[in-house]
């Protein structure tokens, strides 16, 4: 039985650069994933550039049961340390919006910098290579692998969630909490499209590909308050997706509202009521023309033709109907009927309880077991901050894997 100091299941993200943190700090690691493909999610994310990390990264960015829990990893290893990182490696990159980092060239360039800095920690990789049954006796893991068994005292689990499984997620590692007693945050799909059913959605099911900025909201579980962002919408053939439906989709919950703002350059509907009560005042052309001064005319006409009041010139609306439709505007509230799931989720939310870990190190309830990335329930906004999370809890596990390491000799 091949011995090492720590095997790491998991060659993404957080797994490719936990590997490649305790090699360089001398630890004899083997990193095991059952993908024939290195990193498949980094390679597709951003368009093909990879959203590395976010300039703006803090603990506010992040939700679980625990969002503070993020909050010791991210400040030891900041979006600066893997910029620098990155210029080291002569990557060159470019800020899109909002802080967002992008390769300019591809996310290829990103994993060839794991995989070299791996390759310099001298890093075993066992890939494609599917792990068996886990063993803990004596305060060593043993693994049976289809490589044969392999034994260390110190194992990290960085298979992430439950998103995208055609390119290979699975629940192995909440298996494998579940295994050692620890506890899970229920999995659920986060960063995915809402979908839509029903009579309600039918003015609006030919709009997709028709995209706007929006202020978009929906209640926070178990919590006072609304979450909100300003960000883009994008209607599509079965709801809404785009950066402002992505995001509000993480804290969304099933039978919850979500509120739309379609005006958002007006602060308040009593606003778009002045503006449009001004307009029928000079204006006899027909309520959709006039909204399409507002809205892409797509829009405008769906949301006319869905109001028999609105069907005529602008002249002709009573004021209260024209209230109505500045109230209506501004607080567009629907009820999804779902969301589009795993298969098109770009992150999943939940996972392995942070009550039963350590924020320092990572280090799970069970001695010598760890948890990174987007296994733990730690969840980021879009735009490069789950990324950023990878990183930073891969770094401070490495550094405990090695103090730990010396701990035991």
Not at 156 to 171: F, Q
Not at 387 to 408: D, I, T
Request: proline content about 4%.
């Amino acid at each position: 039985m091949q011995a090492f100091d720590v095997i790491i299941v998991g060659a993404g993200a957080a797994g490719l650069f936990c590997a490649a943190q305790a090699g360089r700090l001398g630890l004899r690691v083997l990193l095991i994933d059952h993908s024939a493909k290195v990193a498949e999610k980094i390679r597709i994310s951003g368009g093909g550039r990879c959203n590395f990390t976010n300039t703006g990264t803090s603990a506010q960015q992040f939700l679980g049961e625990n969002p503070h829990f993020c909050r010791s990893a991210l400040s030891r290893y900041t979006p600066q340390d893997f910029i620098d990182l990155v210029r080291e490696h002569r990557i060159a990159f470019h800020e899109k919006h909002k802080g967002q980092l992008f390769c300019d060239r591809s996310a290829e360039d990103i994993i060839t910098m794991l995989l070299a800095l791996c390759e310099a920690g001298q890093v075993e990789r066992w890939q494609p290579c599917s792990v068996g049954a886990v063993e803990h006796s004596l305060g060593r893991y043993r693994l049976q692998t289809e490589r044969g068994a392999v034994e260390a005292a110190q194992l990290v689990i960085a298979t992430g969630g439950l998103s995208i499984p055609k390119i290979g997620a699975t629940d192995w590692g909440y298996r494998i909490a579940r295994q050692f007693d620890l506890r899970l945050i229920e999995p659920r799909p986060a960063l995915v499209p809402l979908v839509f059913e029903g009579s309600p959605w039918a003015p609006y099911s030919s709009l997709a590909g028709l995209a706007l900025p929006v202020r978009i909201s929906t209640p926070v579980a178990g919590k006072k308050g609304r979450q909100v962002f300003d960000e883009d919408l994008l209607f599509t053939h079965r709801g809404l997706s785009g950066p402002a439906v992505l995001q509000i989709s993480s804290y969304w919950r099933t039978g919850a509202p979500i509120a739309v703002d379609l005006a958002p350059a007006w602060d308040k509907a009593e606003a778009l009521q002045a503006q449009l009560l001004e307009t029928k005042a000079r204006s006899r052309k027909l309520v959709s023309n006039e909204l399409g001064a507002l809205l892409p005319a797509r829009l405008a006409e769906a949301w006319a033709s869905a109001d028999s009041r609105l069907q005529q010139p602008i002249c002709d609306v009573p004021d209260k109907a024209l209230a109505a439709l500045a109230q209506a505007l501004t607080h567009w509230e629907l009820r999804p009927s779902g969301t589009e799931g795993y298969r098109k989720a770009e992150v999943t939310a939940g996972g392995v309880d942070t009550r039963d870990l350590s924020s320092q190190t990572l280090e799970s309830r069970q001695a010598g077991l760890y948890f990174i990335g987007e296994v733990v329930d730690v969840t980021g906004w879009l735009g490069g901050y789950n990324f950023q999370w990878a990183w930073a809890s891969a770094h401070a596990c490495a550094q405990a894997l090695v103090e730990r390491r010396a701990a035991l000799a």
